[in-house]
């Protein structure tokens, strides 16, 4: 079972295997910490999850107290592996300080530019996506963060509607999203992400 947690809860009356945090600031994340501890131990595994944001655009989201960080499409401009590293374990290590073991992050759609998602992936390129996402998740997880890749399975290139409200559609035939969008998702899985997250789309073509 999984909690979605906003400010006030007792944490120590919870009987969970996860936890989403959404609301709250750095000293309230962190005064869950100690509860979350004996949590753990009577459940034995609990997850504390944040769906982490860059800051641009759901700054309620983020810990006040905590840095806001560039979006993906900045630090994709920077175009370097090393920063990216340090990018993902400097997000990591705030995060972890607050009591935080599993991101939600990181977003690896190929969109349009009209979509909602426009700024969050790196690029839209295939191939430098994967290239610094990997650099990312490798920062995340070198200070025992768990790591996520999303959405699978990614996104249409003519559908701009939200998914949060709407069910979308992938109309991409298969052996193109195959070389593609599907390429992202492999080799970044193959890398060791630890989760892969899905999102609320139908893909028809891929039923045939």
């Not at 809860?9 to 919870?14: A, G, L, R």
């Not at 509860?35 to 944001?53: A, D, P, Q």
């Amino acid at each position: 079972m999984w909690l979605e947690v906003d400010p006030p809860t007792d944490i120590m009356t919870i009987d969970t295997n996860g936890v989403v945090k959404l609301q709250s600031d750095h000293s309230n994340m962190v005064s869950y910490n100690n509860g979350l501890l004996i949590v753990r131990n009577r459940t034995g595994n609990t997850s504390v999850t944040v769906e982490k944001k860059w800051g641009h655009d759901d700054l309620d989201r983020v810990p006040v107290t905590m840095h806001l960080y560039a979006n993906g499409l900045i630090m994709g401009a920077a175009n370097s592996e090393e920063l990216a590293y340090e990018f993902g374990k400097n997000l990591a290590l705030e995060y972890k300080s607050a009591g935080i073991n599993w991101l939600w992050c990181q977003e690896v759609d190929m969109v349009n530019r009209f979509s909602g998602d426009v700024g969050r992936a790196f690029s839209n390129d295939r191939d430098q996506i994967v290239r610094l996402t990997r650099a990312f998740i490798q920062g995340i997880q070198s200070v025992g963060m768990a790591a996520t890749l999303k959405h699978f399975p990614g996104r249409d290139r003519l559908d701009t509607r939200d998914s949060h409200v709407v069910t979308g559609i992938i109309k991409t035939p298969v052996s193109q999203w195959e070389q593609e969008q599907g390429s992202v998702f492999q080799q970044l899985i193959d890398s060791g992400v630890d989760a892969v997250m899905d999102v609320g789309i139908t893909y028809p073509n891929m039923d045939d």
